[in-house]
């Protein structure tokens, strides 16, 4: 199973930069800051999604695996 990109909303600032790099991913909201969806990260883009979150200058991406525990919000 593939590991899914998330991002922490509170050490994000909103450079932008992980969505110049994986745009097929990531959208930017009306602020700058990343929307990324719950699906996991395709094989063929598994190399741009590790650089993305090497890129972060936040250090607010992370690449989870199928085995981390994901939070859920509540409704």
């Avoid at 992370?62 to 859920?72: A, C, H, I, Q």
Wanted: glycine share 6%; aromatic share 2%.
């Amino acid at each position: 199973m593939a590991d899914t990109l998330r991002v922490n909303p509170i050490n994000c600032t909103g450079h932008g930069v992980c969505a110049e790099l994986l745009p097929e991913l990531i959208v930017l909201d009306e602020w700058g800051y990343p929307i990324i969806g719950p699906d996991p990260v395709p094989p063929a883009l598994d190399l741009e999604a590790r650089r993305a979150v090497a890129a972060c200058p936040a250090l607010a991406l992370k690449l989870s695996g199928p085995n981390e525990p994901r939070t859920v919000r509540p409704k």
